[in-house]
C-alpha cells in the first residue's frame, strides 16, 4: 500500500512539473558575443498559439528591449486555418522591434492549403517575411545582410514518411539564395540540420529551430527529433562550425519534458 502511494505521489509531482514547465515558464538564455547588437530569437510556436501564453512571450520581449526579432519558423500548425492569433501576436512584436521570419515545415505543409492566407496576414503587419530572399540593414552603426532559406518540404517528409529524406546541398543553398554576399550575415533557417552547409555557404550567425531541443532532453542531450530520428546532431543551444555560429532554439510550442520552452536573446 505504501507503494503504491508513493508512485501516485511521484505521479502527481511529475504531472505538476510538466505543466509548470510547458505552460508556465518561459526560459530566456542570454548569449553574449561580444557586441551591442541585441536579437531576440523565437521559434516554433506551433501548437502554443493562444492569447495568455502569447502575451507572456510579449511582457518578456519588451523586457529584452532587442534591436531585431527572429521568428525561425513554424510560427503555426500546419492545421490552422484561423490566423487572427498569430496577426495579433505578430503586430505586438513589431511595435517591440523590427520583426523577420521564415518559414517552418508546418508553413511549407498546410494540409487546408491555405498558405496564401497565412502569408496576407503576416503582409498585414510589419513584419518580412524571408522565402530565399533577403534585407541588408544597418544597426548601431552596422551592416547586416538577414535572409531566410527555405529548402524543398522533401527534407522533412517524403512520400508521406520519413524515410529516404532528400539532402540540402550547397549548391542547393547558392540556387536559393545565390552567392553568399560580403559583410555581417544572418541567416534564418529553421532546419539546423544542414548547419555544415549554412557554414560552408558563409552565414556568419544562423538561427534556427525544427528540432525542438529534442522534446526530451537527458543530461543535456536531445533525444528525438521531428524526423523520429534519435539524438539529432544539433538540437539546442550554440554550435561552432568552421568558425560560424549556429543558433539553434528549443522553441516554445509542442509538449517537451526536461526541456522548458525558450526565447532567447544574443548580443552580437
Given at each position: 500500500?505504501?507503494?503504491?502511494?508513493?508512485?501516485?505521489?511521484?505521479?502527481?509531482?511529475?504531472?505538476?512539473?510538466?505543466?509548470?514547465?510547458?505552460?508556465?515558464?518561459?526560459?530566456?538564455?542570454?548569449?553574449?558575443?561580444?557586441?551591442?547588437?541585441?536579437?531576440?530569437?523565437?521559434?516554433?510556436?506551433?501548437?502554443?498559439?493562444?492569447?495568455?501564453?502569447?502575451?507572456?512571450?510579449?511582457?518578456?520581449?519588451?523586457?529584452?528591449?532587442?534591436?531585431?526579432?527572429?521568428?525561425?519558423?513554424?510560427?503555426?500548425?500546419?492545421?490552422?486555418?484561423?490566423?487572427?492569433?498569430?496577426?495579433?501576436?505578430?503586430h505586438g512584436l513589431c511595435e517591440i522591434a523590427p520583426v523577420y521570419l521564415c518559414m517552418g515545415n508546418h508553413e511549407q505543409s498546410f494540409?487546408?492549403?491555405?498558405?496564401?492566407?497565412?502569408?496576407?496576414?503576416?503582409?498585414?503587419?510589419?513584419?518580412?517575411?524571408?522565402?530565399?530572399?533577403?534585407?541588408?540593414?544597418?544597426?548601431?552603426?552596422?551592416?547586416?545582410?538577414?535572409?531566410?532559406?527555405?529548402?524543398?518540404?522533401?527534407?522533412?517528409?517524403?512520400?508521406?514518411?520519413?524515410?529516404?529524406?532528400?539532402?540540402?546541398?550547397?549548391?542547393?543553398?547558392?540556387?536559393?539564395?545565390?552567392?553568399?554576399?560580403?559583410?555581417?550575415?544572418?541567416?534564418?533557417?529553421?532546419?539546423?540540420?544542414?548547419?555544415?552547409?549554412?557554414?560552408?555557404?558563409?552565414?556568419?550567425?544562423?538561427?534556427?529551430?525544427?528540432?525542438?531541443?529534442?522534446?526530451?532532453?537527458?543530461?543535456?542531450?536531445?533525444?528525438?527529433?521531428?524526423?523520429?530520428?534519435?539524438?539529432?546532431?544539433?538540437?539546442?543551444?550554440?554550435?561552432?562550425?568552421?568558425?560560424?555560429?549556429?543558433?539553434?532554439?528549443?522553441?516554445?510550442?509542442?509538449?517537451?519534458?526536461?526541456?522548458?520552452?525558450?526565447?532567447?536573446?544574443?548580443?552580437?
Amino acid at each position: 500500500m505504501k507503494f503504491i502511494l508513493l508512485v501516485l505521489i511521484l505521479a502527481i509531482i511529475a504531472a505538476v512539473y510538466l505543466y509548470i514547465e510547458n505552460y508556465f515558464i518561459l526560459a530566456k538564455r542570454h548569449k553574449d558575443f561580444g557586441g551591442d547588437v541585441k536579437i531576440l530569437h523565437i521559434s516554433d510556436c506551433h501548437k502554443r498559439n493562444n492569447s495568455t501564453y502569447n502575451k507572456r512571450i510579449l511582457s518578456a520581449a519588451q523586457l529584452e528591449k532587442p534591436d531585431l526579432i527572429f521568428i525561425t519558423g513554424d510560427f503555426v500548425s500546419r492545421t490552422e486555418a484561423d490566423f487572427s492569433l498569430c496577426e495579433a501576436f505578430l503586430h505586438g512584436l513589431c511595435e517591440i522591434a523590427p520583426v523577420y521570419l521564415c518559414m517552418g515545415n508546418h508553413e511549407q505543409s498546410f494540409i487546408h492549403d491555405n498558405q496564401q492566407e497565412f502569408l496576407d496576414a503576416m503582409h498585414r503587419t510589419k513584419a518580412e517575411i524571408l522565402i530565399n530572399s533577403g534585407r541588408h540593414v544597418k544597426i548601431k552603426g552596422r551592416e547586416f545582410y538577414i535572409c531566410g532559406v527555405m529548402p524543398e518540404y522533401t527534407v522533412y517528409k517524403k512520400d508521406g514518411g520519413y524515410k529516404n529524406l532528400d539532402d540540402f546541398t550547397l549548391d542547393d543553398m547558392k540556387k536559393n539564395l545565390g552567392d553568399c554576399p560580403r559583410g555581417e550575415v544572418l541567416l534564418l533557417a529553421h532546419n539546423p540540420l544542414f548547419g555544415a552547409v549554412y557554414a560552408d555557404w558563409g552565414a556568419d550567425y544562423t538561427f534556427s529551430g525544427h528540432i525542438h531541443g529534442g522534446v526530451v532532453r537527458l543530461f543535456g542531450v536531445g533525444i528525438l527529433s521531428p524526423e523520429r530520428k534519435f539524438f539529432p546532431k544539433y538540437s539546442k543551444g550554440i554550435y561552432d562550425i568552421s568558425g560560424k555560429k549556429l543558433l539553434v532554439s528549443a522553441g516554445v510550442g509542442k509538449l517537451r519534458m526536461f526541456n522548458p520552452p525558450e526565447i532567447i536573446t544574443y548580443k552580437l
